[in-house]
């Protein structure tokens, strides 16, 4: 088992910044890469980045790339979303994931999730 705590959320005004943290625990050796995904009201969870174990590949949803930054420190088993230029509709909670997949490409591919964080950007 893998626990994973989020943190970071908040209310944000359009434009502003947010860093989301997320800390593993528990089985960690058997993580590979991980992930952020994001769930708005009414809505499906989305994609939103990905990071290899070594944080080597990183990859990034359209609507997110050049705005969010992941990355990774291993030495404390926390993967972190900088979240830059933030607009309202990126307002959602937002989920780190762990996948035993060196690069995983479907949702379904992540084995461990996070009890998600709220983020909200006002207009």
């Known amino acids: 088992q893998v626990q994973l705590l989020e943190s970071g959320g908040g209310l944000v005004q359009a434009g502003g910044s947010l860093r989301l943290s997320c800390a593993a625990s528990?089985?960690?050796?058997?993580?590979?890469?991980m992930g952020w995904f994001r769930q708005a009201p009414g809505k499906e969870r989305e994609f939103v980045a990905r990071?290899?174990?070594?944080?080597?590949?990183?990859s990034y949803a359209n609507s997110v790339k050049g705005r969010f930054t992941i990355s990774r420190d291993n030495a404390k088993n926390t993967v972190y979303l900088q979240m830059n230029s933030l607009k309202p509709e990126d307002t959602a909670v937002y989920y780190c994931?762990?996948?035993?997949?060196?690069?995983?490409?479907?949702?379904?591919?992540?084995?461990?999730w996070g009890q998600g964080t709220q983020v909200t950007v006002s207009s």
């Open positions: 528990g089985r960690t050796f058997s993580v590979s890469a």
């Open positions: 990071i290899t174990k070594s944080g080597s590949s990183t």
């Open positions: 994931a762990t996948s035993g997949k060196y690069y995983p490409t479907s949702i379904y591919e992540y084995d461990y």
